[in-house]
């Protein structure tokens, strides 16, 4: 029986600690392919034949507690399971180099925190008894800590994952307090499918904020996202690939999962998450062009893109909210088309980023720059990555952001006025999402891999080595095979969508529009091969010089002197949105007694406003009163008698005025 | 006759909170014995002789005698002359002890219930209090003890205030707490005199956060 | 029966401490945990049953039983560790071992005393003899806190005896003069609710010094400071337990009466203050094993919150305190080894420990997120009944305000520990001269999967138990 | 295809003729209106030079650039004569296109590693994602007015018979006007004859291409133009009209859109750099008007 397979399994990831250092990676990559194999087995039943699964998985709590796959669960368990393929594959290589540093005991720990991310995470989409759900929750929180903090050496790394800890035990709180009243309150079984029951009969709205931010603090809408511009960066690659990859996704799961029980008054629930994911697109992205950090820059589309997942998902439900067939397909479609489109393009750009991380020892793009000519293949897929990401033809991000586009076009005519403001809205926020992540990754491509180098460090630096680019293979092809041809997709998506409304005729009415975008994204393709080689005919007959760039006729000093930074690249989107990404610039200015001015150094700092603001002041606030108040401990015996005495006293009074 | 010895008793008390001789605490201790006994006899009705020996030993013999006894060993191996200033002038300490005989006054009126003897509740709730408040006012440890001995002094009261029903074990429990307590105490007195040059309670407040 | 094993232990401890020879002191303890473990065992066979007039083996009385022995052979083991590592005269060995077996004693009559006269005097007894274990090292600050341990248990237990008295006033009055619990439940509809309460209310007090609750938790902090590790184990978690147990018994008598409903916000008062207090001084802390204690102080208020909240709060504080006791005590034991390369408690001084001692890190970090009731801990599954009996009972704003403090708690205290754990390597230990050898980190893990798999799957027989001595209560 | 040909036929003299009109108003000497055509099938005679810093990305940009715009004119009606390629939501692919070529470009001329082009990349890459919005509203009001969302049916449904919807035509061919203006970046937003870089965009960008590349950049001007022009004819076309009605009426549009740009940059001066981005934000605030308008004649906003 298969399950008994998948226990095992499970169950072997404690042998871990007890092998040598040099064959736990490899044991780690025998028990995770076992795994992906399985559910991917279960999945790939389960969206053909389009039926759901049940299997009796262990006793919890005296009942047997059951897994249950749907379509929904299936599509996650492939996401999961893919991104989770290249991680573990691109981590032998980006680890090599902490095998001398590390212990066998904390290598063991690392693998074995990687596979059990992996499990939790497919536990998660797997369980539905609410208790069960919370427990596994929390292990996936908890052992992506543990790989966050990976090189804890660094203190402040540390100081951030303790960050992320707390911020996603509030998570999780929420979940279990939205999970309780929904119990105390309708009385039906602790479990998801309970909470249907409870919708039914109650206003969702409510409930369901409780359960968004719960999820949402997970997921990273703004402003819940605090931890995760942090958590990215500290973590290594392959964790922050798998991370930003999948598991930010485990929020977008919660929240599908439990719209799935809600059948009325959608209309707000639609209207609030539409509006917070705008926020979170456009907000994210403007605070990723200010970045110098690469991760963090990704960690802040990692937002940008939840952000479309939302605006997906929120035009969805107001599609079901207001009857608008149309709108609901093609938002759920394009919402869930573009987890897996995310989950693809993310996790390369972070393995890319991660290499050069390796080979360069610095995330500062300000000091690199040239590095296509030293890691030419990385660039590539870097590069294939950024036009992903951008929503650029024919790639798969540009289809997801299609399916919503459309939708929100085809529905224009028939949908209300306050419905047409919302659309409106919406492809206009995506439109200048579109054009800012141009910007961003315009930006960040040219000042990593183009131009010169801006520092000695990148003199010595070679392409990494194949194990890992492997994985950059796997998924540029999946990138690629999505781009050019959606169609493949669509008969699982609709599945998927299916879940949440009847008619999906629609995605039916789109097919032939996606094959003609892949006829278009063919013939894009064709022109640029026949006019590639028009040019090496004609560059054949006429002489090709080599010379330095035009400088204006001035070729003196080092090119890189007067090539464009980061920063400058920025600088004009700075001065538009000086309020919302509050850039601090360091420079102390000339003073007119100085005639022979020293050597200056110019540096500017971004910070989050929301995280400034919304976390970080209130928390430190409370945590000085409360260090303030902290004084009852003084060591005196008759202070703490005093206590008893106070204490008497109070309850005396209180029974006597019958106030308890 | 009890009300007077009961009476006595409370006066003991407002003795306590005015002077500031460690030699008078343990004076008043063993005056309060002697009382106890007082008031115990003449509340028994009917003279077992058991009864009458174990009380003249609980009161006589270990309160008055024993305890106070070893308390002035303990008082002279540690040198202890007069207590410093307590946290609270005698004068408002005079108050306290007073509001504290009234609001025990009120209360076990108040109560009246005809489960008690509210003449011994009275003064045995006024000593409980005032041995809390003697032990919080008061820096030195051996002070706290004096305190917590008014305390069981108290307790033996309350005792009494339950009736004569009371079972044998019960008193016996006390008389260990007593004994117990003041040995061991006394002993860590000693040793805490020993190691510190000191028993004043600031010596005594390294453990704190 | 039980007598004659209070006869055994009390031979035993007392010529333990007279032979002062290390040989015989093994072989002597030994046999002493057979007894132990015999005496529980025969507990458990003749389940509620009265035993020698003031003893009976009632439900409770055995989980936590069970929890002592459990508790009392890692104890033993650890213990013989701690004096290996330590150089002890023979003299100092011999009255740790005897006193601890005495302790270990008065806390099993304690559990098993049906006569709340009884109760108190063992409890008065475990007093003396956790205060000469505390003294053991025999430094300035072991003799402080050992000093204030003393004295204000005895405050506390003087309080409690005042309870008892108020108890016995209104028994009295029913005809009732002995204090047996039985005999109570009898009368306990026809008592009075201002004695009741008033019994309640003291007993309540006094006893928190014992269970380290508010408000005279605060020496139980200052022992564990200075206490030998295996001695802060067994303070935190089987004494509380005796502290627990004799609020509890006093509150089984109230939950007969309609004082029950004031015994709760009391409790509920307490149990908030509790967790408060610790919320606020794990800010401060500086001291690992202190910060240990506050913990306590917390686990101690959530259980009290249990109780106080009523319905299946009752199940989860009983769940709490067994879960808190292994818990707590694998941390002690683990503690004990990182004092070992460190030479201090003091958080400044201890830093990078994981890679010191990577078994012990892990078996740290898994203390960890059991002692936080973070999944998988069975730590998480008793809060979680206990907040969800809150929304159940309409106690929401209770439930929001603890698990904000909660969430304080987890974020100081994991602060602290991953301080310990990661961190600047410290060069100047030399790993190779400390001897840890792995197996003794066995314990913990079995102390730390115990609570994991009870909380996940728990046996028949344990759930079983719980309902059984909670039956009286509802 | 027939369209697809006129736009090439009209792209040619495109920029010959706004030459010739500058010049006419300066009083200049005029070339012949085919210049341009010359000037590249010079340049496709001449070798090139590339800087050692540039890598592949600077030799591959201007052909992705090229063939982006090429694709894009294949979705371009014009009338009733249909587009080569046309589905639902193409003008969505149509925008994306443009912006593939927009990003290769931009790295391209970050690749040199001159700070000039870099300067007139970043412009071009604000400017570009500034005027986004506008175009997608625009878009989405013409496609809430006519109820389609490909360019075809588009204007083939597209009847401005009632007055509000004259507003909807001559607001939508201002707003186009001046996206086809950004663009290209010619004036108001960017002076192409201008002899300081500082204050160039797009020419600053291409200051390194040489022979072949440099001649499928100037192509792709004229097309782009071309491509603006033929939308905004396809507003006053109506497809009832006979084809040689249609064709005519294409060819004198593309003439006046040229003269127009023609006289505007002949008399307007250059808007300062920094003022650019509110002047572009405007046009989607104008578009959001022509967005209500829509709604007002869709009657889902009554006004009485």
Redo the contacts between chains.
């Keep these: 029986m298969i399950i008994v397979l998948f226990k095992i399994a499970i169950l072997l990831s404690f042998i871990l600690f007890f092998l040598h250092k040099n064959i736990q990676y490899y044991v780690e990559l025998i028990l995770q392919t076992a795994i992906i194999l399985i559910t991917s087995s279960w999945a790939i039943k389960v969206l053909i034949s389009t039926t759901k699964l049940s299997i009796a998985f262990i006793p919890f709590l005296g009942k047997t507690l059951n897994i249950e796959i749907d379509q929904l669960s299936a599509f996650f368990i492939l996401v999961i399971n893919f991104t989770s393929l290249t991680g573990i594959i691109y981590a032998k290589g980006y680890l090599r180099s902490y095998f001398t540093k590390k212990g066998k005991i904390e290598m063991a720990w690392h693998f074995f925190n990687f596979l059990w991310l992996h499990i939790s995470m497919l536990l998660v989409v797997m369980l539905r008894d609410a208790l069960a759900f919370l427990v596994i929750w929390e292990i996936m929180s908890m052992s992506s800590f543990f790989l966050v903090i990976f090189e804890s050496e660094k203190t402040e790394t540390v100081k951030i994952g303790i960050k992320y800890l707390i911020q996603m035990h509030i998570g999780v709180v929420f979940l279990m307090v939205a999970f309780i009243l929904a119990y105390v309150q309708s009385g039906a079984e602790f479990s998801f499918d309970g909470l249907s029951v409870y919708f039914a009969s109650h206003n969702p709205f409510w409930l369901f904020i409780l359960f968004f931010i719960g999820f949402g603090i997970k997921a990273g809408f703004i402003p819940l996202h605090s931890w995760l511009p942090h958590a990215h960066p500290a973590a290594p690659s392959h964790v922050s690939g798998v991370m930003s990859g999948v598991m930010i996704k485990m929020g977008i799961y919660g929240i599908l999962r439990v719209l799935l029980y809600i059948h009325h008054d959608l209309f707000n629930i639609g209207i609030f998450i539409l509006v917070i994911s705008l926020v979170s697109g456009v907000i994210g992205v403007s605070l990723a062009i200010v970045q110098h950090d690469v991760k963090k820059l990704l960690a802040y589309h990692s937002i940008e893109n939840i952000g479309i997942i939302g605006i997906g998902i929120g035009l969805g439900t107001i599609g079901l909210a207001e009857n608008i067939p149309i709108l609901a397909v093609l938002g759920f479609g394009g919402g869930i088309l573009h987890i897996l489109n995310h989950s693809l393009f993310k996790s390369l750009l972070f393995y890319t980023a991660g290499s050069v991380y390796k080979q360069t020892h610095t995330r500062n793009i300000e000091q690199l720059?040239?590095l296509?000519?030293k890691m030419?293949k990385t660039a590539l897929f870097f590069?294939l990555g950024a036009?992903a990401i951008?929503?650029?033809?024919p790639f798969n991000g540009?289809i997801s952001e299609?399916l919503i586009?459309?939708g929100?076009?085809?529905s224009?005519?028939s949908a209300?006025?306050f419905t047409?403001v919302i659309?409106?809205f919406s492809?206009?926020g995506?439109?200048?999402i579109?054009?800012?992540a141009?910007?961003c990754?315009?930006?960040v491509?040219?000042?990593i891999?183009?131009?010169?180098a801006r520092s000695s460090r990148v003199e010595q630096v070679t392409e990494v080595d194949s194990s890992m680019l492997i994985p950059n293979f796997m998924i540029g092809f999946m990138i690629i095979l999505i781009g050019f041809v959606p169609i493949l997709f669509m008969q699982p998506l609709s599945q998927i969508i299916a879940l949440f409304t009847i008619d999906t005729k629609e995605i039916a009415l789109?097919i032939?529009?996606l094959n003609?975008?892949s006829?278009?994204s063919g013939?894009?393709i064709l022109?640029?091969g026949i006019?590639?080689l028009l040019?090496s005919w004609?560059?054949k007959q006429?002489?090709?010089?080599?010379?330095?760039?035009?400088?204006?006729g001035y070729t003196g000093a080092n090119?890189?002197l007067?090539?464009?930074t980061a920063t400058?690249?920025?600088?004009?989107?700075v001065?538009?949105s000086s309020k919302l990404v509050n850039v601090k610039k360091a420079f102390n200015d000339f003073d007119e007694t100085e005639i022979f001015p020293r050597s200056r150094e110019f540096e500017t700092h971004s910070s989050d406003i929301f995280e400034d603001n919304l976390i970080s002041k209130p928390s430190n606030i409370l945590l000085k009163l409360f260090y303030k108040i902290a004084v009852f401990q003084t060591g005196k015996i008759q202070h703490y008698i005093l206590y008893a005495f106070v204490f008497l006293t109070v309850i005396f009074l209180l029974t006597y005025f019958n106030l308890i | 006759m009890t009300y007077l010895f009961i009476i006595l008793y409370a006066t003991t008390l407002i003795y306590f909170a005015l002077s500031e001789r460690v030699k008078k605490f343990v004076w008043l201790l063993s005056i309060q014995g002697f009382l106890l006994f007082g008031v115990v006899f003449f509340s028994l009705h009917t003279i077992e002789i058991f009864d009458f020996l174990f009380i003249l030993i609980e009161t006589i013999l270990v309160k008055s005698l024993i305890v106070p006894l070893f308390l002035n060993k303990v008082r002279k191996h540690n040198h202890l002359k007069r207590e410093h200033e307590p946290s609270v002038p005698v004068f408002y300490s005079i108050i306290v002890v007073v509001i504290t005989l009234i609001l025990s006054f009120i209360i076990s009126s108040h109560l009246n219930s005809n489960q008690i003897h509210t003449k011994y509740f009275t003064v045995a709730f006024a000593s409980i209090m005032f041995g809390i408040y003697f032990i919080i006012i008061h820096k030195n440890i051996f002070s706290h003890v004096v305190g917590y001995l008014i305390i069981e002094n108290g307790i033996f009261l309350l005792s009494l205030a339950v009736g004569s029903v009371m079972p044998m074990m019960v008193n016996l429990a006390i008389l260990l707490d007593v004994l117990m307590g003041v040995l061991v105490l006394g002993v860590f007195i000693n040793h805490i005199g020993d190691t510190f040059k000191s028993i004043e309670i600031d010596q005594l407040s390294k453990l704190k956060d | 029966m039980i007598i004659i094993f209070f006869l055994i232990a009390i031979i035993i401890s007392l010529s333990i401490y007279f032979v002062q020879n290390k040989i015989v002191t093994k072989i002597l303890s030994l046999i002493f945990l057979t007894t132990l473990l015999s005496i529980t065992g025969f507990a458990f066979l003749h389940l509620e049953e009265i035993n020698s007039v003031y003893f009976k083996f009632d439900y409770l009385g055995i989980l936590l039983a069970f929890v002592l022995v459990i508790l009392s052979l890692s104890t033993f083991y650890h213990s013989e560790l701690y004096l290996q590592r330590h150089s002890f005269t023979i003299k100092q060995e011999a009255i740790y071992y005897s006193s601890l077996i005495m302790l270990i004693t008065t806390m099993l009559s304690a559990y098993f005393s049906e006569n709340i006269a009884v109760m108190w005097v063992s409890i008065e007894a475990t007093t003396l003899f956790v205060s000469i274990l505390i003294f053991h090292e025999r430094t300035k600050d072991s003799l402080e806190a050992a000093w204030k341990y003393l004295f204000v248990s005895s405050i506390g237990v003087a309080l409690a005896f005042i309870g008892v008295l108020f108890l016995s006033i209104t028994a009295s009055s029913k005809g009732i003069t002995d204090l047996n619990l039985h005999h109570l439940f009898e009368i306990s509809k026809s008592m009075s609710p201002i004695w009741l309460k008033m019994a309640f209310l003291f007993i309540l007090t006094g006893f928190s010094a014992k269970m380290g609750l508010f408000p005279l938790h605060t020496v139980a902090v200052d022992a564990h400071t200075v206490a030998p590790p295996p001695i802060s184990a067994f303070i935190s978690t089987t004494l509380m337990n005796v502290g627990f147990l004799g609020i509890f018994r006093i509150f089984t008598i109230i939950a007969q009466t309609n004082v029950i409903h004031w015994a709760q916000n009391v409790l509920i008062i307490a149990g908030l203050l509790s967790v408060f207090m610790s919320a606020i001084q794990l800010l401060r802390i500086k001291h690992y094993k202190r910060m240990f204690a506050f913990s306590s102080l917390e686990h101690m208020g959530i259980v009290a919150l249990g109780l106080g909240i009523g319905g299946i709060g009752y199940y989860a504080a009983i769940l709490h305190i067994i879960f808190h006791s292994f818990v707590k005590a694998g941390l002690f034991y683990q503690i004990g080894q990182v004092h070992q390369f460190f030479k201090s408690y003091w958080i400044k001084d201890v830093t990078g420990y994981f890679k010191l001692n990577p078994i012990g890190g892990l078996s740290i970090i898994l203390g960890l997120i059991s002692i936080l009731a973070i999944p998988p801990s069975g730590l998480f599954i008793s809060e979680f009944l206990i907040v969800k009996a809150m929304f159940i009972q309409h106690h929401h704003y209770i439930a929001i305000f603890v698990l904000i403090l909660l969430t304080i708690i987890i974020f100081s205290f994991s602060k602290n520990i991953f301080h310990l754990l990661y961190g600047s390597d410290n060069k100047d230990i030399k790993v190779d001269s400390i001897k840890i050898n792995p197996y003794e980190t066995i314990s913990q893990f079995v102390l730390f999967g115990l609570v994991i798999y009870l909380g996940i799957n728990p046996p028949q027989v344990f759930t079983d138990f719980i309902k059984a001595a909670i039956t009286v209560l509802n | 295809m027939i369209s697809f040909l006129l736009i090439l036929i009209s792209a040619i003299f495109f920029v010959g003729v706004i030459t010739k009109v500058k010049a006419k108003i300066a009083a200049r000497k005029m070339p012949s209106v085919l210049q341009p055509v010359y000037d590249v099938i010079r340049l496709?005679?001449?070798?090139?030079?590339?800087?050692?810093?540039?890598?592949?990305?600077f030799k591959?940009a201007p052909?992705?650039y090229?063939?982006?715009i090429?694709?894009a004119t294949?979705f371009i009606p014009i009338g009733s004569q249909k587009a080569i390629?046309?589905?639902?939501?193409?003008f969505?692919?149509f925008?994306?296109?443009l912006?593939?070529g927009?990003?290769m470009m931009?790295?391209a001329a970050?690749?040199?590693?001159?700070?000039?082009e870099?300067?007139g990349?970043?412009?071009e890459?604000?400017y570009?994602?500034?005027?986004?919005?506008a175009?997608?509203?625009l878009?989405?009001s013409v496609?809430?007015f006519s109820?389609n969302?490909s360019f075809n049916d588009l204007f083939l449904h597209l009847n401005l018979d009632t007055n509000l919807s004259y507003i909807i035509g001559i607001a939508a061919i201002y707003v186009l006007v001046y996206i086809a203006m950004v663009e290209n970046s010619r004036m108001p937003v960017d002076d192409p004859k201008t002899h300081l870089?500082l204050t160039m965009v797009h020419e600053v960008m291409v200051?390194?291409n040489s022979?072949?590349?440099l001649a499928?950049i100037h192509i792709a001007t004229w097309l782009k133009f071309a491509i603006y022009g033929s939308l905004i004819s396809n507003f006053i076309i109506h497809s009832v009209w006979t084809w040689y009605w249609q064709i005519i009426a294409f060819f004198v549009i593309q003439l006046i859109f040229s003269i127009i740009v023609g006289v505007l940059e002949a008399f307007r001066a250059r808007n300062k750099m920094?003022k650019n981005?509110q002047w572009i934000i405007m046009l989607?605030a104008i578009s959001?008007v022509v967005?209500l308008t829509a709604?007002i004649i869709?009657q889902?906003?009554i006004l009485n």
């Design positions: 720059g040239g296509i000519k030419p590069l036009l951008s929503g650029l033809p540009f299609f586009y459309s929100m076009f085809k224009l005519h209300g006025l047409d659309i409106l492809f206009a995506l439109a200048i579109g054009g800012l141009l910007f990754f315009t930006k491509f040219s000042i891999f183009l131009g010169t789109i032939p529009t003609k975008i006829l278009s013939i894009f022109f640029i006019i590639w040019r004609q560059q006429q002489i090709i010089k080599h010379s330095a760039t035009w400088g204006c090119p890189a007067h090539q464009y400058s690249y920025a600088d004009n989107f001065q538009l | 496709f005679k001449k070798g090139a030079i590339y800087s050692p810093i540039t890598s592949v990305i591959i052909i992705i090229f063939s982006s090429l694709l294949f390629l046309s589905f639902e939501g193409d969505v692919f925008a994306y296109l912006g593939v927009k990003f931009i790295i970050m690749d040199t590693g001159s700070g000039f870099g300067m990349a970043n412009r890459a604000l570009s994602m500034l005027i986004e919005p175009f997608f509203i878009a989405g496609a809430l109820n969302i870089e200051l390194d022979g072949f590349d499928l920094e981005p989607s959001i967005f709604l869709t889902k906003i």
